[in-house]
Nanobody, 126 residues
Framework: QVQLVESGGGLVQPGDSLRLSCAASGRTFSTYAMGWFRQAPGKEREFVAAISWSGSLTYYAGSVKGRFTISRDNAKNTVYLQMNNLKPEDTAVYYC???????????????????WGQGTQVTVSS
């Protein structure tokens, strides 16, 4: 039982940076694996990054590896996505997701996550 609220999206130019936040309510947040997904108009929801409950394991889509960093602060019930060197193809609605299980091999699938936020729009354009 967790509620997720994303924030931090906006309109930026190519090469700029944004830091997305996902605030979670619920005492069990620290036991949840977390993920970020994104969805552009007309496309399927796409895996971006995931992090284990302790933060010791992180995974990234090849398209964002080296540019994006996922992190979490369990004391603040918050997960972050630092996005650097943004490109136009990063434009999408970004969703935070929580998995009510240890992070496993199916972490790239949106269907494995139990809770979702409403999303925050990221637009990269000149």
């Amino acid at each position: 039982q967790v509620q997720l609220v994303e924030s931090g999206g906006g309109l930026v130019q190519p090469g700029d940076s944004l830091r997305l936040s996902c605030a979670a309510s619920g005492r069990t947040f620290s036991t949840y694996a977390m993920g970020w997904f994104r969805q552009a108009p007309g496309k399927e929801r796409e895996f971006v990054a995931a992090i284990s409950w302790s933060g010791s394991l992180t995974y990234y889509a090849g398209s964002v590896k080296g540019r994006f960093t996922i992190s979490r602060d369990n004391a603040k019930n918050t997960v972050y996505l630092q996005m650097n060197n943004l490109k136009p193809e990063d434009t999408a609605v970004y969703y935070c997701a929580a998995e009510r299980a240890p992070l496993g091999r199916r972490y790239t699938s949106a269907y494995e996550y139990d809770y979702w936020g409403q999303g925050t729009q990221v637009t990269v354009s000149s």
